[in-house]
């Protein structure tokens, strides 16, 4: 079956500009979780969605923002963009319940410059 | 605030040889505990997942275990090949999701022909 997809793969944006970012998560999977990995503060968890509802967010501005919708694909949108939001943003599925509820699929992500 | 902390930074090893990649976490209020790999440019491939009632886990070559009450686990690469050339990551989670985690900053590992 199709993994976690990610559009789109790459981006340059400018500085106070906006983005959207698109996961679709493998089928069947209800959670979408998404990081972001940067190398001076490497992995960090931004937010989980679970069935259309933010489960639990990281510790982000609120710039940085995100959806569910019915059919489980997520968004995540980062406004005013900044020099420092340069970085590959991860996506990752689960079943969200029951065996291999906590088990993260990662989608290859999204890469993201900023000039 | 939990603290996950990966030695060593990078690891070349000459094909074959077995070794040991190290994970220190200061909170032990975990639910779990993740193994991940990183492919340069790609996104990460989960290896294996101790639940924190649990003290290893194994998959064909690699082992890993966990000691919550230290806040220590170890990934064991058994006959290693140049393929096993990657980042390895460890991850907890804890706080308000088991799918909510806080990554150690890897290791990258080399495997030499």
């Known amino acids: 079956k199709a993994g976690v997809t990610q559009t789109p793969r790459y981006l340059i944006k400018t500085r106070g500009q906006q983005v959207t970012l698109s996961c679709s998560p493998i089928s069947g999977h209800r959670s979408v979780s998404w990081y972001q990995q940067t190398p001076g503060q490497g992995l960090q968890f931004l937010f989980e969605y679970f069935s259309e509802t933010q489960r639990n967010k990281g510790n982000f501005p609120g710039r940085f923002s995100g959806r569910q919708f019915s059919n489980s694909r997520s968004e995540m949108n980062v406004s005013t963009l900044e020099l420092g939001d340069s970085a590959l943003y991860l996506c990752?599925?689960?079943?969200?319940?029951?065996?291999?509820?906590?088990?993260?699929?990662f989608g290859a992500g999204s890469r993201l410059t900023v000039l | 605030k939990q603290e996950v902390t990966q030695i060593p930074a990078a690891l070349s090893v000459p094909e074959g040889e077995n070794l040991v990649l190290n994970c220190s976490f200061t909170?032990?209020?975990?639910?779990?505990l993740q193994w991940f790999r990183q492919d340069p440019g790609k996104g990460l491939t989960s290896l294996l997942l101790i639940q924190s009632s649990q003290r290893e886990q194994t998959s064909g070559r690699l082992n890993a275990s966990l000691d919550k009450s230290s806040g220590r686990s170890t990934l064991y690469i058994a006959a290693s090949q140049p393929g096993d050339s990657a980042t390895y990551l460890c991850a907890v989670s804890d706080g308000g999701s088991a799918r909510q985690l806080t990554f150690g900053s890897g290791t990258q590992l080399t495997v030499l022909p």
């Open positions: 990752a599925s689960t079943l969200g319940t029951g065996p291999g509820a906590n088990v993260l699929t």
């Open positions: 909170d032990s209020a975990i639910y779990n």
